[in-house]
């Protein structure tokens, strides 16, 4: 380059710079940015299913669907494994595991109640919100 384009060039990259910085959205380095906002909705998708899915287990009791209250049962245990860790899910996954243990002993009312508690457990964060 010459010294005539010197300047020219500096302040061209300068403009170039500066609507760069402007337009472009901030990403955030740390913090909820990224690959960890992933994990949340990922988190919060499978609560949701297995609140869902413990519904269907609690209707299919009140039905006296003992088989089919066990099978939404575990769909739903297996979803709330993947909410992530917190008290309401913790408590959510205990009720799951008593509805599926009382459901394959026939105690299909008991079993219902379980599954009720248990999405009342899973239901919490929504409610809070």
Known sequence: MTRDTMPWAVAL???FV?????VLPLQPVFGE??????VIR???QSRHEAITLATEAADH????????????AEESLQAALKAGEAPHVDAGIKEL????????AGHAD?????AEQAVTHLSEKYRSR
């Open 42 to 44: 990922a988190e919060e």
């Open 13 to 15: 990259a300068s403009v």
């Open 33 to 38: 940015g990224g690959a960890r906002r992933d």
């Open 18 to 22: 500066l609507i760069t910085a402007t």
């Open 97 to 104: 595991k008593q509805a599926i243990e009382h459901g394959k």
């Open 61 to 72: 009791g009140k039905q006296g669907h003992v088989s089919a209250l066990v099978t939404s």
């Open 110 to 114: 008991v079993a219902t109640k379980h």
